[in-house]
């Protein structure tokens, strides 16, 4: 888990030139004194990370059941501020990093529309951004651009006062820190059937433009025999981007539109949201793929043990009435964010040995 090189700013000569770079090729930039500094890709993760920070967050739940548990979390990080700059609509990212925040003592601001900030008398977004790190020390920041978050930490990075970026959704492109809490939920749920490795997993409905189901494809090159079934209607398959990943770190994926014929072969269901925001015309009802729904009458149909998953918000994808049911995961799935923002966060600022000495 140490991530050795140090970034090497000098070699890169610009923006343009580093954004089309690779995204292995520049993993180190993003690392400092050997561990992760910013957090803007799933593929940034190794599995001794992925183990790590699961350890934590559960380290972290347990302790904030009690009040002296949760008190010493609280100060922590009583000297540490975080901006949360999300300008693409978001609850629960949102709230559950405000929330992180909070667990462990920092202030927070917030900035949640453009609308609202110098954006509009004309400031470009980096000197907006430059300006937030003169008052914080991290930066969580929602964008509907795919390299928003990326070149806010290029830019910072390249100031006298760095400080850490987290990628809280990057347009159509990745979700990493989604992708951390879908893991977290996923190593949970399994936990008495030998954990994530060797399981089928199912991924339901806009895989071209849905960054939750990219960013956790990414991260399936950590785990032992992982297959995954891209279910989706022709004009929202995956993206090839993460097919050609797939096939490089030899990982098995199929594609189908027959969403019944693999309800029974899966351990885990993952659903999510047509991403109408990013279609360009308003033509018809997008939300209307019922064969891409998961209603209750298909609860038969799953094994015993298959959990659902939802990154939510749901439209109409999963009925209310699949709720009741203990293999529906994702209000659990939706509070595992928290604790492992919160993870993430102690982590970042170095704190995470105090929260394992309270176990030790
Ligand atoms: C997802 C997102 O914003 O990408 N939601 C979330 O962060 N929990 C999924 C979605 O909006 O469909």
């Known amino acids: ?152 930490a290029w830019v910072l990075n390249q100031t006298n006062r760095p400080v850490s970026v987290v990628n809280g959704g990057s347009g159509p492109d990745q979700h990493p820190t989604q992708a951390l809490l879908d893991i977290y939920t996923l190593e949970r749920s399994f936990e008495r059937i030998g954990g994530l490795d060797g399981k089928k997993i199912a991924m339901v409905g806009d895989l071209k433009r849905g960054r939750t189901v990219r960013s956790l494809s990414y991260l399936m090159k950590n785990y032992e025999n992982v297959t995954l079934y891209f279910v989706a209607p022709d004009i929202f398959k995956m993206r090839d981007d993460i097919k050609s990943f797939l096939d490089k770190h030899a990982i098995k994926f199929y594609e189908t539109d027959d969403f019944e014929s693999i309800m029974p072969v899966v351990d885990a269901i993952y659903m999510t949201r047509i991403q109408k925001e990013y279609s360009s015309a308003p033509t018809k009802e997008t939300d209307a793929y019922p064969d891409f729904h998961f209603t209750a009458s298909h609860l038969d149909n799953i094994q015993s043990h298959c959990i659902i998953m939802h990154p939510l918000p749901r439209r109409y994808e999963i009925e209310v009435a699949v709720d009741k049911d203990p293999r529906a995961v994702y209000w659990r799935q939706e509070r595992n964010g928290m604790w492992m923002r919160t993870a993430l966060i102690a982590y970042l600022f170095g704190v995470e040995n105090e929260i394992a000495n309270e176990f030790s």
């Open 1 to 152: 888990m140490e991530y050795h090189k140090e970034k090497t700013i000098q070699n890169y000569q610009g923006w343009d030139e580093f954004y089309n770079l690779e995204v292995s090729d520049k993993l180190d930039f993003f690392c400092k004194e050997r561990k992760l500094f910013d957090i803007i890709f799933a593929q940034q993760f190794d599995r001794p990370f992925l183990n790590y920070i699961c350890h934590l967050a559960n380290q972290i739940r347990i302790l904030a059941k009690t009040r002296m548990g949760s008190d010493k979390l609280s100060r922590l990080l009583v000297h540490k501020r975080a901006m949360l700059y999300f300008v693409q609509p978001s609850t629960r990212t949102f709230i559950s990093f405000l929330n992180a925040c909070h667990i462990l003592g920092m202030k927070t601001s917030e900035i949640r529309g453009t609308t609202t900030s110098s954006e509009v008398k004309g400031e470009s977004p980096e000197d907006t951004i430059r300006t937030f790190a003169s008052y914080v020390d991290l930066i969580i920041a929602r964008h509907p651009e795919a390299g928003f978050a990326e070149k806010t």
